[in-house]
């Protein structure tokens, strides 16, 4: 018992440590982001589970070049590498999109498939687009608990940024096949949701 109080208390102490030369980024649904000093972010979750399961993710991604780097974590807490970045549907809004983006999204969706993903699909506000155009995951999330064979989700927020036929022409050209499953699929969950 007192052992586990312990461990608790010093964890505690070391976050509250961590905090005190951090810098407010962002919340959301399940956390708070502090930026740290080395370039590294923490994220403080409501839910352990939530914070055991986003954990969970970044043990199979970390040979992944697209998910952030994972130094340490806690029952309520994650330190990774900070993005940064532009949220990619900001700069997409602002920007545009082009070749070397759809190129870049089209692999970070082959790339969920190698890491056995069973949702094919993230939202546009959870992807930081770098200078050079390639593409990081803030906020990965049931990527093995939900069964999602296309970007349907992603495509959604390209399409209200008035970009996705942009982005299918540059998939009907680069993966043939793979615009045949996703120009379909989406045209018809467009129909559906028109009704
Ligand atoms: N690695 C990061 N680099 C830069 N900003 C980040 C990073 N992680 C989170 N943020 C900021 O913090 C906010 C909340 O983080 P997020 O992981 O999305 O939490 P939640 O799971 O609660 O949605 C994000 O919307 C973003 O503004
Ligand atoms: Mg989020």
């Given at each position: 018992m007192n052992d586990d109080k312990n461990?608790?208390?010093?964890?505690?102490?070391?976050?509250?440590?961590?905090?005190?030369?951090?810098?407010?980024?962002?919340?959301?649904?399940n956390g708070i982001v502090y930026l740290l000093p080395n370039n590294r972010v923490i994220k403080i979750f409501k839910n352990k589970k939530v914070c055991?399961?986003?954990?969970?993710?970044?043990?199979?991604?970390?040979k992944s070049k697209y998910f952030p780097k994972v130094y340490e974590?806690?029952?309520?807490?994650?330190?990774?590498d900070f993005a940064s970045g532009k949220r990619l549907?900001?700069?997409?809004?602002?920007?545009?999109?082009n070749k070397k983006i759809s190129l870049n999204i089209i692999k970070l969706i082959e790339e969920f498939s190698k890491l056995k993903f069973n949702?094919?699909?993230?939202?546009?506000?959870d992807l930081y687009l770098m200078?050079?155009?390639?593409?990081?995951?803030?906020?990965?999330?049931?990527?093995?608990?939900?069964?999602?064979?296309?970007?349907?989700?992603?495509?959604?927020?390209?399409?209200?940024?008035?970009?996705?036929?942009?982005?299918?022409?540059?998939?009907?050209?680069?993966r043939p096949?793979?615009?045949?499953?996703w120009n379909f699929r989406f045209k018809q969950y467009l129909e559906e949701n028109i009704k």
């Open positions: 461990y608790y208390i010093q964890l505690n102490s070391k976050v509250e440590k961590m905090l005190k030369t951090s810098e407010f980024l962002g919340s959301g649904h055991q399961g986003e954990y969970n993710i970044f043990v199979k991604t970390r974590h806690g029952p309520y807490y994650i330190v990774r549907d900001k700069y997409i809004k602002k920007n545009g999109i949702r094919l699909d993230i939202r546009c506000k200078d050079d155009f390639s593409i990081n995951v803030i906020d990965p999330k049931n990527n093995y608990s939900k069964i999602v064979i296309y970007p349907r989700h992603l495509m959604k927020g390209l399409n209200n940024l008035g970009v996705i036929d942009e982005f299918l022409s540059v998939v009907q050209v680069e096949k793979t615009y045949e499953l």
